[in-house]
């Protein structure tokens, strides 16, 4: 059974910074692309950053481009977001998937059922 285990959230003054981690159980994350998502209170889970299975590739979505960095370290079945000058907007509850592609990710076709999240929260 895969188990995606999202951690490193937690409470950050605006402009501040926090990596996000992804472990997978049960499934080897180097044969997939891997997604980043959000759902903030009262709002849709929506796409925020993918990465192909190789690392090679990564997308973003528009308005975050520039303050959020996916990557990956398929030796350690692990994929990251980095975010940067966070601002209150960015208060959600973030949650990885897999994906066959970053298209896909990015369209919110994933593989897994969804984990626990880790929440973020931005404060200003």
């Known amino acids: 059974q895969v188990q995606l285990v999202e951690s490193g959230g937690g409470l950050v003054q605006a402009g501040g910074s926090v990596r996000l981690s992804c472990a997978a159980s049960g499934r080897t994350l180097s044969t997939v692309a891997v997604g980043w998502f959000r759902q903030a209170p009262g709002k849709e889970r929506e796409f925020v950053a993918a990465?192909?299975?190789?690392?090679?590739?990564?997308t973003y979505r528009n308005s975050l481009k520039g303050r959020f960095t996916i990557s990956r370290d398929n030796a350690k079945n692990t994929a990251y977001l980095q975010m940067s000058s966070l601002k209150p907007e960015d208060t959600a509850v973030y949650y990885c998937?897999?994906?066959?592609?970053?298209?896909?990710?990015?369209?919110?076709?994933?593989?897994?059922?969804w984990g626990q999240g880790t929440q973020v929260t931005v404060s200003s």
């Open positions: 990465i192909s299975s190789s690392g090679r590739s990564t």
């Open positions: 998937n897999t994906a066959g592609n970053i298209d896909q990710a990015s369209r919110g076709v994933t593989f897994d059922s």
